[in-house]
Nanobody, 120 residues
Framework: QVQLVESGGGLVQAGGSLRLSCLAS????????MRWYRQAPGNQRELVAT???????NYADTVKGRFTISRENAKLSSYLQMNSLTPEDTAVYLC??????????????WGQGTQVTVSS
């Protein structure tokens, strides 16, 4: 079994910062693309940021210039540094990754999510 666990969410005032972490564990052989999504109540799930294994990144226009995605392959981890937060960033943030297991099965894995709430 492989799993992703997010951490780092919480309540922050507008203009503040948070750093989210995503850790893969279990029978992991290799982690490929890692992504952060978010979903606010009543809204569709939105792709926020993507990072490939070699470090290429892509961002949604809504967060470009404010959010930074990074990863540490040796630690099977991804991070999302979020600056200049606004109430519109309030959502559950979910980590997603393409993972190959130790039995060489490819899986699309989701974490359970971490709540980010930005107060005005």
């Amino acid at each position: 079994q492989v799993q992703l666990v997010e951490s780092g969410g919480g309540l922050v005032q507008a203009g503040g910062s948070l750093r989210l972490s995503c850790l893969a564990s279990g029978t992991v052989f290799r982690v490929y693309d890692m992504r952060w999504y978010r979903q606010a109540p009543g809204n569709q799930r939105e792709l926020v940021a993507t990072i490939t294994r070699d470090g290429s990144v892509n961002y949604a226009d809504t967060v470009k210039g404010r959010f930074t995605i990074s990863r540490e392959n040796a630690k099977l981890s991804s991070y999302l540094q979020m600056n200049s937060l606004t109430p519109e960033d309030t959502a559950v943030y979910l980590c997603n990754a393409k993972i190959t297991t130790t039995t060489f099965v490819s899986r699309d894995v989701w974490g359970q999510g971490t709540q980010v709430t930005v107060s005005s």
